[in-house]
């Protein structure tokens, strides 16, 4: 299967540079740019087999696979295991949960409840698992950068540290193949 995931299109939360993980939050709409970032995406997708359209139940995401779907003549299917991680930070700056994650970026939850980037891999490697097993040939997914750090970790077979701070642009498609899941190497425990 052909999985091409596209980064939301630029929302006001990333004109702001603060991370927002919480669906309810208001003011984390597309921008002009963001839309036009999402047209331009369904316009590169139009001449794939694109069967299915998944995205995060945040608004920019949901925004950005609205505008996708209706090009591509497929609804917009709402993914909650998409949903960007859970970082104890929404509403605050991303330079200060970078800062709060730094030393061990994998393995950190920065306040109590917040999610490590280990386990947002579990969560959203649950959704590709089950994936995996469909029959689609092709399928559009629209997330969050750590959510295509995951894709890009699975599509290429590499370790999700190879992946850390790996930038994904607005609105941008990144085409991987999805296999049925690679055995799990367990990371040594620190």
């Not at 609205?66 to 299917?77: N, V």
């Not at 629209?142 to 970790?153: G, N, P, S």
Request: with cysteine.
């Amino acid at each position: 299967m052909k999985l091409f995931a596209v980064r939301h299109g630029q929302s006001a939360f990333n004109l702001r540079h603060l991370c927002n993980d919480d669906p309810d939050r208001p003011g984390g709409d597309l921008t002009p740019l963001g839309r036009s970032q999402a047209e331009a995406a369904a316009q590169q997708l139009r001449t794939q087999s694109i069967q299915a359209v998944f995205c995060s139940p945040l608004p920019r995401t949901r925004q950005t696979a609205a505008i996708m779907g209706a090009r591509l003549g497929l609804p917009a299917q709402v993914e909650p295991r998409l949903k960007d991680i859970h970082s104890g930070f929404d509403g605050q700056p991303v330079a200060a949960y970078l800062a709060a994650i730094a030393a061990d970026p994998l393995r950190t939850r920065p306040v109590p409840g917040a999610e490590t980037l280990i386990e947002h891999q579990a969560r959203v490697d649950g959704f590709l698992d089950w994936l995996a097993g469909q029959s689609y040939q092709g399928v559009a997914l629209v997330a969050h950068e750590e959510t295509l750090r995951v894709c890009k970790a699975r599509g290429e077979r590499l370790a999700l540290a190879a992946v850390v701070g790996t930038p994904f642009a607005n609105g941008a498609v990144y085409a991987f193949e999805l296999a049925e899941a690679p055995a799990r190497v367990a990371l040594p425990r620190r």
